[in-house]
């Protein structure tokens, strides 16, 4: 057996110097493999952390302009409403166009006085159980009022106020403040449930009143009107471009530069739960600041990117050594025999070839995927060396026109209009990056065609150390964000140029009320010259009487930081008297503290005269109305006294009267008799007539009182008839009763009913002709406002209600349970003119006549008379109509039939003995029942009275 070779002899050294070289140039290669290794990969995961940082981007801009678009409806409209909303959001196609969004709002601001109308007015809009939400005592309110779509989790945020939680508060104020779209910090959605629960932040836009002016933070927030919004749920949001089974790095965001699990906001493996990572050797971290608020982005490769990374260098590594030991084994063996140190050294080059030709093929191969990653990506990517283009994606032809072999070894200079503009651009880059290694510029670049566009820059060193080597560029146009932004400008000059025609006078003042700026119109209203007001201040345009008030005005709002408003007096250049409003808002400077204020000047001159004219009317009016007053007073002491001076010699006259007719003591001849009888007639009618006036007036008064008590309808209706008979027989009137057996019981004061039938039945009979017919009808019917179209209610009352008596009453036994009349409701949806009180005038309580309105009767009768109708409740009604075939009534005698002591001079109507009470009085007492009278007439024809009052429930 041999023995083994000495390596460490001199024949051996030279295999050792082969090895050592061998080391050498595989650990050169290694080191040169992996840092190529480390660029790419850095490289790829810049490339999709980029990708990511772009979208957010681009997709919190989207959401902007949508929530603008909502701002911008509320300014065009005076009034925007549920539907309005619904249609404009479901234009928009959100599910389409801007995935991840959660919904789009609107929240209203609402002041504490305005509260409680507020929520009843969204109730009666169909929301019965509204409220806003949380409930208690604050300074301001908000309620989101609209958020479509307007259904699942969206539900839950409906009436709830934003503005009582602090993060939302802050995002909230801080958009009214700076007129701009703000984003909020952290928070959990109210649509969140037990389920599912995600991170969530809400995007504001404030949305302003028309006419307010918004040139300060203070002026906005006196002019903000609410806030159009969009809630997100945090992974919803991500998740609708980041496919966390696709992507090969890992994305966590945090809110606020705090990197810790209380800010996490979106973790991509949310599977694992969030921890904080190790130190990788490639990873990221991006602060954006999106709306007025920062987000950390922080980025590190998944398994997935690791795996995909090239193994060159551990190949390289192992296959250096493993040559570099066989390389050693064949400078060994060269010791002992050539020629097996050169098939040795032969076999050893073609495998190190081949390994080259593996190496140079997987380089190839990763090249080509960091090729199609540029491509890719959204944004133009450029790898430049002092400004000359080494490498460039496809999305350079969209920015400048120019495909990118065109740009190849080029310097940027090609894409700039002068040297000027390209020198500008280049001192501003390289000292950014020199400075931190990262630079950011808005430049004006010149496309191939020789048009002009506006692209941002984003650039960053490959290497710090070395600036040599070149930096990596990103880029992408803002040509449309700086026409927006010019266009904004143009705005404002448009603004001032309003502001400096406006009907009213502008005026600026400091701390120490100083006037500092008037506008014209100012200096026109009262009667100076510009630098006459800012060199002798308010104190010479305001009068001398109204200076200690005026004084005193200012320093408290300058003290309190409250808005200024008052209306005082000021004298002109030529000693002219005018009366203006002055309104102005507070100001503060940098640091917080008042600076003074800006406000408007009103000449109110006119108004002031006005208001004079109009204070003299109403004195006059008072003065008429206390007259009024003291006559209807005397009426009624008049009428008092009356009562009992009519009364008792009427009741002597009727009673020794009758005693006559009667043959007391003794009978009387024929002719005595009659005349006796006469006598009592008479009397009789007189005090009917002295009665009713006193009822009537009583009425008017509202000295009336209600016994109610349940009728039995069809038998009240029918003793009513009975007592006609005789009347009726004389002229061969056919009398009929319809009244249907089930009719309920109505709840009325039996005595006044009686007096309203009775004076009906009396006046049909009465105006019929000899052979002709009434017919007395009662049955329920639905509420006038459905049945005659009615449009202006009458003013609520509540009418006197006494108990009824124990006892008997018309139409019902036993004792009665009394139930004060409803006031009536306003109508919905109807504007209410109420009508003058009756004691305003005879018979003001009767509108202007309603001529064939009647539904279902257009055109059949040529006229009808329909109170306004005072019942709005929407019950049932009792309905009882009295129809004859007498002479009728024309339309233009219809307003006077109610009016007290009228009659009508037509036809049998002369004949017809009559006070002109009766119907005046019937309409008062339907009224007192909060029921009224209708006519139908037509001349030659007849007539139908209608009694409707409104029907109750009794008692249990």
């Known amino acids: 057996m041999s023995e083994f070779p000495n390596l460490f002899s001199r024949k051996f050294l030279a295999a050792w110097a082969v090895l050592a070289l061998s080391l050498a140039g595989t650990l050169v290669g290694w080191q040169y493999a992996v840092r190529l290794t480390e660029a790419r990969a850095q490289a790829q995961l810049d490339a999709a952390a980029n990708a990511v940082v772009s979208e957010i981007r681009r997709r919190m801009t989207a959401y902007e302009q949508v929530l603008h678009a909502g701002a911008a409806l509320f300014a065009a409209s005076d009034r925007v409403t549920r539907a309005e909303w619904r249609d404009f959001v479901t234009h928009l196609k959100i599910d389409e166009h801007f995935p991840g969004i959660q919904g789009i709002g609107f929240a209203r601001r609402i002041a504490p006085t305005e509260l409680a109308a507020h929520v009843r007015a969204v109730r009666a809009g169909g929301f019965p159980g509204y409220t ?111 496919d966390p089974g696709a992507s090969i790095v890992d994305v966590d965001i945090f809110d606020g530069a705090a990197v810790d699990a209380a800010a996490l906001l979106f973790d991509l493996d949310e599977a694992r739960g969030f921890r904080q990572p190790p130190p990788a050797l490639w990873q990221r971290q991006d602060v954006l600041d999106l709306a007025g608020h920062s987000w950390t982005l922080a980025f590190r490769p998944r398994p997935a990117f690791a795996a ?47 390994s080259h030709d593996e190496l140079e093929s997987k380089v190839a191969e990763r090249t080509a995927e960091i090729e199609h990653l540029l491509d890719a990506s959204p944004m133009v990517i450029a790898y430049l060396v002092e400004r000359r283009i080494v490498k460039v994606n496809r999305v350079v032809e969209a920015l400048t026109g120019y495909v990118p072999k065109e740009l190849l070894g080029q310097t940027t200079r090609c894409l700039y209009f002068n040297e000027e503009d390209y020198e500008a651009a280049g001192s501003a880059l390289r000292a950014q990056l020199a400075e931190t290694g990262r630079a950011q510029l808005d430049m004006r670049l010149r496309r191939k065609n020789g048009n002009g566009i506006w692209a941002r820059f984003h650039a960053r060193l490959l290497d710090a150390r070395d600036p040599a080597r070149g930096a990596i560029y990103l880029a992408e146009d803002i040509t449309e964000q700086r026409r927006s932004e010019a266009a904004l400008q143009e705005s404002n000059a448009r603004f001032m140029g309003l502001v400096t025609s406006s009907p009213v006078g502008i005026f600026q003042a400091d701390a120490t009320s100083r006037t500092t700026y008037a506008s014209p119109r100012l200096c026109e209203i009262v009667g100076r010259g510009e630098a006459d007001i800012l060199k002798g201040g308010w104190e010479r345009v305001v009068h001398p009487s109204d200076r200690a008030e005026v004084s005193h005005a200012i320093r408290h709002a300058l003290d309190t930081g409250e808005n200024f408003f008052h209306e005082h007096r000021v004298l002109t250049s030529e000693g002219a008297v005018k009366w203006v409003q002055v309104q102005a808002s507070p100001v503060s400077d940098a640091a917080g503290r008042p600076a003074g ?110 016994e109610l008590q349940p009728i039995e309808v069809k038998s009240f209706l029918a003793e009513r008839l009975r007592g006609f008979e005789r009347a009726a027989g004389g002229k061969r009137i056919a009398l009929a009763c319809e009244v249907a057996d089930d009719l309920p019981r109505l709840l009325a004061d039996p005595r006044h009913l009686r007096t309203i039938i009775d004076h009906l039945l009396d006046n049909a009979v009465k105006f019929t002709e000899e052979g002709g017919s009434v017919t007395l009808r009662a049955g329920n019917s639905p509420s006038p406002v459905e049945a005659e179209g009615a449009s202006t209610p009458l003013p609520p009352r509540t009418p006197r209600v006494l108990p009824a008596a124990r006892g008997g009453g018309a139409g019902g036994e036993g004792a009665t349970a009394v139930h004060p009349l409803p006031n009536p409701p306003p109508s919905r949806g109807r504007k209410q003119n109420p009508l003058p009180s009756p004691i305003e005038g005879e018979g003001a309580f009767l509108p202007s006549p309603l001529v064939g309105e009647g539904p279902g009767e257009r055109g059949l009768r040529p006229s009808t008379l329909s109170p306004t109708l005072p019942h709005q409740g929407g019950g049932s009604y009792m309905e009882i109509s009295i129809t004859d075939t007498g002479v009728g009534i024309a339309a233009e005698d219809l307003p006077r039939l109610f009016k007290p002591f009228t009659q009508l001079d037509a036809g049998l109507a002369r004949k017809a003995a009559g006070t002109g009470m009766g119907l005046a009085l019937a309409q008062r007492l339907a009224r007192l029942h909060d029921g009224y009278i209708k006519i139908d007439s037509q001349p030659g024809r007849g007539s139908t009275f209608t009694v409707r009052l409104p029907w109750q429930p009794e008692a249990p």
């Open 132 to 242: 806003v939400r949380p409930e208690g005592a604050r300074e301001i309110y908000t309620a989101v009022i609209y958020l479509e779509p307007f259904g699942g989790r969206n539900l839950r945020a409906f009436g709830f106020d934003m503005f009582s939680e602090p993060v939302r508060r802050e995002a909230m104020l801080r958009a009214c403040d700076t007129a701009n779209a703000a984003l909020s910090g952290k928070v959990t959605l109210v649509q969140e449930t037990e389920r599912d629960v995600q991170a969530g932040f809400l995007l504001y836009v404030p949305v302003y009143a028309k006419v307010s002016p918004r040139n300060t933070a203070a002026e906005r927030r006196a002019a903000l009107a609410g806030w159009a919004y969009a809630p997100f749920r945090m992974n919803d949001f991500m998740r609708a471009f980041v």
């Open 308 to 354: 995909g990374l090239d193994a060159t260098p551990h190949l390289i590594l192992a296959g250096g050594v493993f040559i570099s030991l066989l390389l050693f084994a064949i400078a060994a063996g060269l010791a002992t025999t050539r020629e097996r140190a050169y098939a040795l050294a032969g076999r050893l080059n073609r495998e190190l070839r081949q």
């Open 597 to 706: 204020h800006v406000g408007t000047l009103t000449d109110i001159t006119e108004r002031k005269r006005a208001e004079e004219q109009i204070s003299a009317q109403i004195d006059e009016i008072v003065r008429q109305n206390l007259a009024v007053a003291e006559a209807n007073r005397a009426r009624g002491e008049f009428l008092n006294t009356m009562r009992h001076e009519l009364r008792t010699p009427l009741n002597a006259i009727i009673g020794f009267a009758e005693l006559l007719a009667q043959g007391i003591p003794q009978p009387l001849p024929e002719a005595q008799r009659q005349y006796a009888q006469d006598i009592l007639d008479a009397g009789e009618g007189l005090l009917k007539l002295v009665n009713e006036i006193l009822l009537y007036n009583a009425g008017e008064s509202g000295a009336l009182q209600l």
